[in-house]
């Protein structure tokens, strides 16, 4: 029955993967022991900068050092990444340890394919050090499946020097009081309706709305997992959202002003706010030296504190013949020394509070907002049916903002859709 889920999830043309894809090899199939009689355990992930695939080798070799036993080989699957890991999954392929995204933990701990981690946890690995909601994140029904290797939540960046201009002083604390400072911050110079600076930058995807339901009521899905984003409560949530974009027009949408995304839009001064990601920060410390800007905590909603947390986890296949070798892999990656080498540079954050510490992030003038902001995140997931659910979501928000229909009639149609797929899928 489990291999049967597996093999819905993955699809036919999943499973033809694996010999099209650049960096990936073909002969991948679990630790085992190498010439010199080493243990040998089998690392898969996704590819990554420069910069962090060289802290990530700075890694492994000290872990190698510390553990002379023990080899690690080190596999970047360069494209469809769990596609590819399903499929292999399914034919006994897979590496002993993988990158596992938190939008997907739910659907992959459901096929059983993952080894529990309780039993291998000792007391100096001090579970209590991590944030507790990146923790959750890979534990069902009080099992742990995996740690979170890093994270990042959303904080707001704001120009400085827009802000001065403007009169306003720090940032705003409510989303009510969001929507008045994009209004000043808004920029119409010739005034034909398309401002050339928008006060605040948009995002229309559910993983960017979804974490502003919970402070309403509301919810991404319900509790038999089925979509429930079209409720009252959820719809008060997203109405700010449009009365910002088609009343005020003070928010844009990146495709408004020419851009890709957030980062960009903020950067070429196009917007004066964008709620992004901690990866936002070196983008424009590399492409926009000279922009002056800062960070801070989402302003509240309804009340509340509220962001979300994107986190990815080392997780240990349960098919692994070297279990005891790649646990020792999985914490030595994810505990503090191994951890604070990882996320050194501020590419990544780390998950556990001490590491945060120990680098300095938590006073980190455009750090300790994401730092801040873990304690009482919301991870990106929401379920199995997640993915279904998103694509609906997003493909009937966007007609939303842009006023083809109403925001209820929009919800409740992507609701329905998703819900029917989920039915037709089971």
Same mark, same amino acid.
């Given at each position: 029955?489990?291999?049967?889920?597996?093999?819905?999830?993955?699809?036919?043309? !999943?499973? %033809?993967?694996?010999?099209?894809?650049?960096?990936?090899?073909?002969?991948?199939?679990?630790?085992?022991?190498?010439?010199?009689?080493?243990?040998?355990?089998?690392?898969?992930?996704?590819?990554?900068?420069?910069?962090?695939?060289?802290l990530l080798k700075e890694t492994i070799a000290s872990f190698e050092?510390?553990?002379?036993?023990?080899?690690?080989?080190?596999?970047?699957?360069?494209?469809?990444?769990?596609?590819?890991?399903?499929?292999?999954?399914?034919? =006994?392929?897979?590496?002993?340890?993988?990158?596992?995204?938190?939008?997907?933990?739910?659907?992959?701990?459901?096929?059983?394919?993952?080894?529990?981690?309780?039993?291998?946890?000792?007391?100096? /690995?001090?579970?209590?050090?991590?944030?507790?909601?990146?923790?959750?994140?890979?534990?069902?029904?009080?099992?742990?499946?995996? /740690?979170?290797?890093? /994270?990042?939540?959303?904080?707001?960046?704001?120009?400085?020097?827009?802000?001065?201009?403007?009169?306003?002083?720090?940032?705003?604390?409510?989303?009510?009081?969001?929507?008045?400072?994009?209004?000043?911050?808004?920029?119409?110079?010739?005034?034909?309706?398309?401002?050339?600076?928008?006060?605040?930058?948009?995002?229309?995807?559910?993983?960017?709305?979804?974490?502003?339901?919970?402070?309403?009521?509301?919810?991404?899905?319900?509790?038999?997992?089925?979509?429930?984003?079209?409720?009252?409560?959820? +719809?008060?949530?997203?109405?700010?959202?449009?009365?910002?974009?088609?009343?005020?027009?003070?928010? !844009?949408?990146?495709?408004?002003?020419?851009?890709?995304? =957030?980062?960009?839009?903020?950067?070429?001064?196009?917007?004066?706010?964008?709620?992004?990601?901690?990866?936002? +920060?070196?983008?424009?410390?590399?492409?926009?030296?000279? *922009?002056?800007?800062?960070?801070?905590? %989402?302003?509240?909603?309804? =009340?509340?504190?509220?962001?979300?947390?994107?986190?990815?986890?080392?997780?240990?296949?349960?098919?692994?013949?070297?279990?005891?070798?790649?646990?020792?892999?999985?914490?030595? %990656?994810?505990?503090?020394?191994?951890?604070?080498?990882?996320?050194?540079?501020?590419?990544? *954050?780390?998950?556990?509070?001490?590491?945060?510490?120990?680098?300095?992030?938590?006073e980190d003038p455009l750090r300790q907002s994401f730092v801040e902001?873990?304690?009482?995140?919301?991870?990106?997931?929401?379920?199995?049916?997640?993915?279904?659910?998103?694509?609906? /979501?997003?493909?009937?928000? +966007?007609?939303?903002?842009?006023?083809?229909?109403? %925001?209820?009639?929009?919800?409740?149609?992507?609701?329905?859709?998703?819900?029917?797929?989920?039915?037709?899928?089971?």
């Amino acid at each position: 029955m489990k291999i049967n889920k597996m093999l819905a999830a993955v699809g036919v043309s !999943g499973m %033809l993967l694996g010999t099209a894809l650049v960096g990936c090899s073909s002969d991948s199939s679990g630790g085992g022991e190498n010439e010199d009689g080493k243990t040998v355990v089998e690392l898969a992930g996704w590819g990554s900068s420069p910069e962090e695939e060289k802290l990530l080798k700075e890694t492994i070799a000290s872990f190698e050092e510390k553990h002379p036993d023990i080899e690690v080989k080190h596999e970047v699957i360069a494209d469809q990444y769990m596609d590819v890991t399903k499929t292999r999954l399914v034919g =006994g392929e897979a590496a002993d340890v993988f990158y596992l995204d938190a939008l997907e933990a739910p659907s992959l701990i459901d096929t059983g394919v993952l080894e529990p981690l309780d039993e291998y946890v000792t007391e100096d /690995f001090d579970v209590e050090d991590f944030e507790e909601p990146l923790l959750n994140a890979f534990k069902i029904d009080g099992t742990q499946y995996g /740690f979170p290797k890093d /994270f990042s939540t959303l904080s707001l960046f704001y120009n400085e020097s827009a802000f001065e201009e403007a009169g306003l002083e720090g940032p705003p604390e409510t989303w009510e009081e969001l929507g008045e400072y994009a209004q000043k911050l808004t920029v119409d110079e010739d005034g034909d309706g398309q401002p050339e600076r928008f006060g605040l930058g948009l995002s229309k995807e559910l993983a960017r709305q979804f974490y502003k339901f919970q402070p309403y009521g509301g919810q991404v899905v319900d509790d038999n997992g089925k979509a429930a984003f079209a409720s009252e409560e959820a +719809i008060a949530s997203l109405k700010p959202v449009i009365e910002m974009y088609q009343e005020d027009q003070s928010a !844009g949408l990146p495709s408004d002003v020419g851009t890709d995304w =957030g980062g960009d839009m903020f950067g070429q001064g196009k917007a004066a706010m964008v709620i992004e990601g901690n990866w936002t +920060i070196p983008f424009l410390e590399d492409n926009f030296s000279d *922009l002056n800007f800062t960070t801070a905590e %989402l302003p509240t909603i309804n =009340g509340e504190k509220a962001t979300a947390a994107f986190t990815v986890a080392y997780v240990m296949n349960k098919q692994s013949e070297v279990k005891e070798a790649s646990w020792e892999l999985i914490s030595y %990656l994810t505990g503090k020394e191994g951890m604070e080498t990882w996320t050194s540079k501020g590419f990544a *954050l780390p998950t556990r509070k001490s590491v945060a510490e120990e680098l300095g992030y938590d006073e980190d003038p455009l750090r300790q907002s994401f730092v801040e902001g873990a304690s009482y995140a919301q991870p990106w997931q929401a379920g199995k049916n997640l993915p279904t659910i998103m694509t609906n /979501f997003d493909n009937q928000f +966007i007609s939303a903002l842009l006023g083809e229909q109403t %925001l209820e009639e929009a919800l409740q149609k992507a609701q329905e859709t998703a819900n029917k797929e989920i039915e037709s899928s089971n």
